[in-house]
């Protein structure tokens, strides 16, 4: 046991000296993942926001009409029908009450010349319908409407509703993310789910943007280093006998000096304990080595200057 300043300062020594070759390993370590947190953020970021982006859209879409070659063929005879309506009923110019209905029927041809969606089909529809013009394709158009709509609506919600738990369940925020990663939860797994929902409900560019922003797979994902060596050896200074004794000499420094590295032990224990990252472990290894650095100053400058206190 350490009977005098001097040699508990050679405990100390001793302590440092070994703690030098454990502190240089965990902060390189804890650099490496401060690096990778960074690459991480922009991760989480992309991804929360892109899974935000998606919901919308699949929302937006989810009673969108899918505009393919059949509809597209569909719509051209339609319009086919209502250019025959309009030539046969222009033929017919002894009959001028048939002209508000030629009108009806070039608002709706109208309708289908343009960009096609339900909005635009439906119009076509009801104009017609007002004056109880059959349109035997236009029927057809409004059948496929309600059959697409139901089937992709069912389609649109279970999407959604995994999207609303991928986000509840991982990038509700960057912490619980970053948890997630740790512990080894299979988030890209779960990313990969919604990628393939999104691509067999026919939601392509959808699923070509979650793919990009699916999490990576690396085999290191930034592990924390082991702390539990240093707090073995770094041991508080009261409690492990290597408080100073006072100095009854007012020009020794040496109590006060062991005290400031006393508290700085602790500094450094509470940052390992609570897993601080690297920055803050930085600052609390810098303060621990300068409080050091003065203690072992004076101890090798001025201890025996001042008679050994």
Do not use: H, W
């Given at each position: 046991?350490?009977?005098?300043?001097?040699?508990?300062?050679?405990?100390?020594?001793?302590?440092?000296?070994?703690?030098?070759?454990?502190?240089?390993?965990?902060?390189?370590?804890?650099?490496?993942?401060?690096?990778y947190m960074n690459v991480l953020r922009k991760e989480y970021s992309n991804l929360s926001h892109t899974l935000g982006k998606i919901q919308q859209r699949v929302i937006k879409q989810g009673d969108k009409l899918e505009v393919d070659a059949d509809v597209k063929n569909v719509a051209q005879s339609a319009r086919d029908r209502i250019d025959e309506h309009i030539e046969a009923i222009e033929e017919d110019k002894a009959d001028g009450d048939n002209q508000p209905s030629v009108?009806?029927?070039?608002?709706?041809?109208?309708?289908?010349?343009?960009?096609?969606?339900?909005d635009s089909i439906g119009k076509a529809w009801r104009l017609l319908k007002?004056?109880?013009?059959?349109?035997?394709?236009?029927n057809v158009l409004m059948d496929l409407i309600d059959a697409m709509e139901d089937g992709k609506q069912d389609k649109a919600e279970s999407i959604v509703k995994k999207i609303e738990k991928l986000r509840s369940d991982y990038t509700s925020g960057f912490v619980r993310y970053r948890e997630a990663l740790e512990q080894g939860e299979d988030v890209q797994k779960e990313v990969d789910n919604v990628i393939g929902d999104l691509e067999n409900s026919g939601y392509i560019q959808e699923a070509e943007s979650l793919t990009d922003a699916r999490p990576s797979i690396a085999e290191e994902r930034g592990l924390r280093p082991d702390a539990q060596p240093l707090l073995d050896l770094l041991n508080p200074?009261?409690?492990?006998?290597?408080?100073?004794?006072?100095?009854?000499?007012?020009?020794?420094?040496?109590y006060d000096l062991n005290v400031a590295f006393a508290k700085e032990v602790a500094y450094t224990r509470r940052a390992l304990l609570e897993d601080r990252e690297y920055i803050g472990t930085r600052n609390a290894f810098n303060?621990?080595?300068?409080?050091?650095?003065?203690?072992?100053?004076?101890?090798?400058?001025?201890?025996?200057?001042?008679?050994?206190?």
């Open positions: 046991m350490a009977n005098t300043n001097l040699d508990k300062f050679l405990v100390i020594e001793q302590m440092m000296d070994e703690a030098q070759g454990l502190m240089e390993p965990y902060l390189s370590s804890l650099e490496q993942r401060y690096e009108k009806q029927l070039k608002r709706a041809r109208k309708k289908l010349d343009g960009e096609l969606d339900e007002v004056r109880k013009i059959e349109i035997e394709e236009l200074i009261k409690s492990a006998g290597l408080e100073y004794f006072q100095s009854r000499n007012r020009n020794s420094t040496s303060r621990l080595n300068t409080a050091f650095e003065e203690l072992s100053g004076y101890m090798y400058d001025r201890f025996y200057q001042l008679g050994g206190t």
